[in-house]
């Protein structure tokens, strides 16, 4: 088995170590691929190479075109190797073909977006007085590190290095350690489309050593991060120390609140979307069902008797609905905490196990009878466990609700529609929904409240996230001000 390399400088690089990482099938358990493991000395050559790309070979002051024409020919290649993209990080991610597909059509779509944002007009021009011309130009921020998390890996990679390179940032880009493989074959269609040396540079390695680098790494002019609060913590901890400017994408436990004037049918077939969805595995996964307590005996069995009909499987089986965790380790952490949501009282109404003797399987799990003080209504599982809380009245929904450290996405169900809005007005998330669960867009910004985050990606906002403000101020009357008096 060949050994699969980095990017850096343009070049295909093995680790400076020579070290290697087995890259997993967890579906099947199944070594599928060898990868560099990057070392802080690649990383910095990496970081090098971005450095010299952007500050000394010119890519900032590019024309807008030349970088839309090579993120559209990205977009065009990828597009056209869809399915083969698709079937690599169902093999490497686990999630069912359906998913990975709907992914990658996303990534292109990204590629899209920003090769047609990066024309189009910018700035703003101010009338202020004393004979001053004042405007506003939007400049490429410099070296961008971005840091990508397991759950969608070529989706989450691409709406940070799309914007990034429209903006005419350079980048150096780290998936996960457990799924590089759509990212290394995205860095071929990168290579062949013409990108200068340096201008985009793929790392790979672990977290705490190659993605703490770029944290730290004074030549780092930004760093963009997907991935679990706690690292986000330290990521924002370590960039503190250069004043790096900073997105951070985290997580979540957020709130799907049903009503009992619901439309029936769909607030079940949403409740399970959207905790099932790539195993639970979102960071915005609907992981609360708020459920008005009126509706709880009608609403709760059913939702138990189609969480029991998921199919669970490998996900190249097109039968699949529901595939394998992520990896061994995760598995264990999902099952702890059933474990201790048993502990903690609550009750479980379906799963709980791991399932097949080979692969990270869990069934779709949910408990009822929680309290707000439990670990498993708390804390993200980010597995496919659903927990049930109940309310009386539109307050109480509210409250429960917002009774988080985080604040990345929610969703209220009902008929009335001054209701949800109300709800809607009230919730303290960035990405909500009124009667459906998950459809988000490229064009609409991405990202959380309070300990979801900072900052926002996709649409116009992702895209100044890469940007430094500059005011130009010209004055039209060019004589001496006076300030001070001639003697
Ligand atoms: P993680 O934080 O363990 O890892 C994410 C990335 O950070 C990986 O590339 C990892 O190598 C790197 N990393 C780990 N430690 C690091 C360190 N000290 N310095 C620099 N980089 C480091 O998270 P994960 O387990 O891969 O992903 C799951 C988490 O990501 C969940 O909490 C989920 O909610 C969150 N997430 C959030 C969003 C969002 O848009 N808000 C999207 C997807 C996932």
Same mark, same amino acid.
């Given at each position: 088995?060949?050994?699969?390399?980095?990017?850096?400088?343009?070049?295909?690089?093995?680790?400076?170590?020579?070290?290697?990482?087995?890259?997993?099938?967890?579906?099947?358990?199944?070594?599928?691929?060898?990868?560099?493991?990057?070392?802080?000395?690649?990383?910095?050559?990496?970081?090098?190479?971005?450095?010299?790309?952007?500050?000394?070979?010119?890519?900032?002051?590019?024309?807008?075109?030349?970088?839309?024409?090579?993120?559209?020919?990205?977009?065009?290649?990828?597009?056209?190797?869809?399915?083969?993209?698709?079937?690599?990080?169902?093999?490497?991610?686990?999630?069912?073909?359906?998913?990975?597909?709907?992914?990658?059509?996303?990534?292109?779509?990204?590629?899209?977006?920003?090769?047609?944002?990066?024309? #189009?007009?910018?700035?703003?021009?101010?009338?202020?007085?004393?004979?001053?011309?004042?405007?506003?130009?939007?400049?490429?921020?410099?070296?961008? @590190?971005?840091?990508?998390?397991?759950?969608?890996?070529?989706?989450?990679?691409?709406?940070?290095?799309?914007?990034?390179?429209?903006?005419?940032?350079?980048?150096?880009? #780290?998936?996960?350690?457990?799924?590089?493989?759509?990212?290394?074959?995205?860095?071929?269609?990168?290579?062949?489309?013409?990108?200068?040396?340096?201008?985009?540079?793929?790392?790979?390695?672990?977290?705490?050593?190659?993605?703490?680098?770029?944290?730290?790494?004074?030549?780092?002019?930004?760093?963009?991060?997907?991935?679990?609060?706690?690292?986000?913590?330290?990521?924002?901890?370590?960039?503190?120390?250069?004043?790096?400017?900073?997105?951070?994408?985290?997580?979540?436990?957020?709130?799907?609140?049903?009503?009992?004037?619901?439309?029936?049918?769909?607030?079940?077939?949403?409740?399970?979307?959207?905790?099932?969805?790539?195993?639970?595995?979102?960071?915005?996964?609907?992981?609360?069902?708020?459920?008005?307590?009126?509706?709880?005996?009608?609403?709760?069995?059913?939702?138990?008797?189609?969480?029991?009909?998921?199919?669970?499987?490998?996900?190249?089986?097109?039968?699949?609905?529901?595939?394998?965790?992520?990896?061994?380790?995760?598995?264990? #952490?999902?099952?702890?905490?059933?474990?201790?949501?048993?502990?903690?009282?609550?009750?479980?109404?379906?799963?709980?196990?791991?399932?097949?003797?080979?692969?990270?399987?869990?069934?779709?799990?949910?408990?009822?009878?929680?309290?707000?003080?439990?670990?498993?209504?708390?804390?993200?599982?980010?597995?496919?466990?659903?927990?049930?809380?109940?309310?009386?009245?539109?307050?109480?929904?509210?409250?429960?609700?917002?009774?988080?450290?985080?604040?990345?996405?929610?969703?209220?169900?009902?008929?009335?529609?001054?209701?949800?809005?109300?709800?809607?007005?009230?919730?303290?998330? @960035?990405?909500?929904?009124?009667?459906?669960?998950?459809?988000?867009?490229?064009?609409?910004?991405?990202?959380?409240?309070?300990?979801?985050?900072?900052?926002?990606?996709?649409?116009?906002?992702?895209?100044?996230?890469?940007?430094?403000?500059?005011?130009?101020?010209?004055?039209?009357?060019?004589?001496?001000?006076?300030?001070?008096?001639?003697?």
């Amino acid at each position: 088995m060949d050994v699969q390399y980095m990017y850096i400088n343009g070049e295909w690089v093995a680790s400076s170590s020579g070290n290697v990482r087995e890259i997993i099938n967890p579906a099947t358990e199944e070594v599928i691929a060898k990868v560099a493991e990057g070392t802080v000395e690649d990383a910095k050559t990496a970081i090098q190479a971005a450095h010299k790309a952007f500050y000394e070979d010119g890519w900032g002051e590019t024309y807008a075109r030349y970088r839309a024409e090579l993120l559209a020919k990205v977009a065009d290649q990828l597009e056209k190797e869809i399915d083969a993209f698709a079937r690599l990080e169902t093999l490497n991610n686990g999630k069912p073909l359906r998913e990975s597909s709907y992914d990658i059509a996303d990534a292109v779509n990204q590629f899209r977006y920003y090769a047609g944002l990066a024309t #189009k007009p910018s700035g703003q021009v101010y009338d202020v007085p004393d004979d001053i011309q004042a405007y506003v130009v939007r400049e490429p921020l410099g070296v961008a @590190g971005q840091i990508v998390p397991w759950n969608y890996p070529l989706v989450m990679a691409v709406q940070k290095l799309a914007p990034a390179l429209a903006a005419g940032c350079t980048v150096v880009i #780290k998936p996960a350690e457990q799924t590089p493989l759509s990212l290394i074959k995205l860095f071929e269609i990168i290579d062949e489309a013409g990108f200068p040396p340096g201008v985009v540079n793929l790392l790979l390695g672990a977290g705490e050593t190659v993605g703490a680098e770029l944290a730290r790494n004074p030549l780092v002019d930004k760093i963009a991060f997907t991935g679990g609060t706690v690292t986000g913590k330290k990521i924002m901890k370590s960039a503190a120390d250069t004043l790096k400017n900073i997105s951070l994408e985290l997580g979540g436990k957020s709130p799907n609140i049903v009503f009992e004037d619901a439309d029936f049918e769909t607030a079940v077939d949403y409740a399970l979307y959207a905790i099932f969805a790539n195993q639970g595995q979102v960071c915005s996964a609907g992981s609360r069902l708020i459920l008005q307590e009126t509706l709880y005996d009608r609403f709760v069995p059913e939702l138990v008797k189609r969480a029991n009909e998921i199919v669970v499987g490998n996900g190249l089986d097109p039968t699949t609905e529901m595939g394998p965790l992520i990896s061994k380790e995760h598995m264990e #952490k999902v099952i702890n905490y059933i474990a201790i949501g048993k502990e903690e009282g609550a009750e479980l109404l379906c799963g709980g196990d791991r399932l097949f003797e080979k692969g990270f399987f869990i069934a779709p799990t949910i408990f009822s009878h929680t309290n707000p003080d439990m670990r498993i209504v708390k804390e993200e599982i980010f597995g496919p466990v659903l927990v049930i809380q109940t309310f009386k009245d539109e307050e109480d929904a509210i409250k429960l609700a917002n009774d988080s450290q985080y604040g990345l996405a929610g969703a209220v169900f009902t008929s009335d529609g001054a209701k949800a809005q109300r709800v809607i007005r009230k919730l303290r998330a @960035g990405i909500t929904w009124i009667n459906t669960y998950h459809p988000t867009f490229n064009e609409a910004p991405w990202g959380g409240y309070k300990q979801s985050g900072i900052g926002r990606e996709l649409g116009t906002f992702g895209f100044e996230a890469y940007q430094e403000v500059k005011q130009v101020n010209i004055n039209l009357n060019v004589q001496p001000s006076g300030w001070f008096k001639r003697k």
